[in-house]
């Protein structure tokens, strides 16, 4: 019983992290500071608590939805710190340092954990149904104080060390042509797409769960021209995908971690009482009057 009541106590211990965990990596916990003319806080006082803060990216129908960092120092700087540049284990989207900050090279790649629950990158997953990735097809990049549309058109299934994806300093108009039909070859889903000159790509990258260098990466063109987020209702975003945090038959499935934990107890207690009255019985013995003085009961 002591046994179960430590295992009961661990299980709710570990969900309330787990919780908690997502709820600080989540794009909600930093909604405040996107920009936006209705927010209490703005983009402007994130800013001025980090200058590596660079701009706002934004997946529509997704969890994606976070600031942009930037480090001079080293592209991993961020994988183990938040916006506000405190370490977290949830760490936040961050640039390669080979890119320039204005996004004003032909690629730019972000970085961020694969986590579930629709929070960092997780949610680049989505688009492995080709039917998820047919109908998402736009984004919103904000930088340099104005919003950019993302029209997203590759979904690619690769590893850290592709040199086609992960790769800088793409200068000429050839390169940039030769490169973006090397994308095409490698995408898992496309969508028609031509290079034009000054176009501008955004490269989303993410750890997979397949092995250890495998990546999931999402290609967009980043535009002048913005798009309306079709899946954003008044009470936020309607997220497809999000039943499965529902569990079995619509409840969670934390609750049903725990009704197993009482159920596994009661249970326990009950052979616990069958097995003591089956000692009890096999202790008992009858009663036998004492003999007084005068040899008689």
């Known amino acids: 019983m002591v046994f179960l009541v430590l295992l009961l106590i661990i299980g709710c211990y570990a969900i309330w992290d787990t919780k908690l965990v997502h709820t600080q990596a989540s794009g909600s916990h930093w909604k405040a500071y996107k920009p936006t003319?209705?927010?209490?806080l703005s983009y402007d006082d994130l800013r001025e608590i980090n200058s590596d803060v660079i701009g706002w990216v934004t997946i529509y129908g997704t969890g994606i939805d976070y600031p942009v960092m930037h480090s001079s120092v080293d592209t991993d700087y961020y994988l183990f710190r938040d916006p506000t540049g405190k370490p977290s284990i949830i760490g936040s989207i961050f640039m390669d340092t080979n890119c320039s900050s204005d996004f004003s090279d032909y690629k730019s790649i972000l970085y961020g954990h694969h986590m579930d629950s629709h929070v960092m990158l997780g949610d680049l997953d989505l688009f492995d149904k080709q039917e998820f990735f047919n109908e998402h097809l736009y984004g919103n990049l904000f930088y340099n104080d104005k919003d950019h549309g993302l029209k997203i058109f590759s979904y690619i299934k690769t590893t850290s060390k592709d040199s086609v994806i992960y790769n800088f300093g793409i200068n000429s108009e050839i390169?940039?042509?030769?490169?973006?039909?090397?994308?095409?070859?490698?995408s898992l889903y496309w969508r028609d797409t031509s290079y034009y000159p000054n176009q501008h790509l955004l490269v989303l990258s993410t750890c997979s769960t397949a092995e250890t260098e495998a990546r999931t990466v999402l290609v967009a063109e980043i535009t002048d021209e913005t798009y309306e987020d079709i899946f954003k209702t008044n009470d936020g975003y309607s997220w497809p995908g999000v039943e499965d945090l529902e569990g079995w038959l619509g409840f969670p499935w934390a609750g049903w971690f725990v009704a197993l934990i009482v159920i596994v107890m009661i249970v326990a207690y009950i052979l616990w009482q069958a097995d003591k009255k089956k000692k009890e019985k096999k202790k008992k013995v009858v009663d036998i009057p004492e003999i007084n003085k005068y040899g008689t009961y």
């Open 175 to 186: 390169a940039k042509i030769q490169n973006l039909s090397r994308i095409h070859d490698k």
């Open 37 to 40: 003319s209705n927010n209490v």
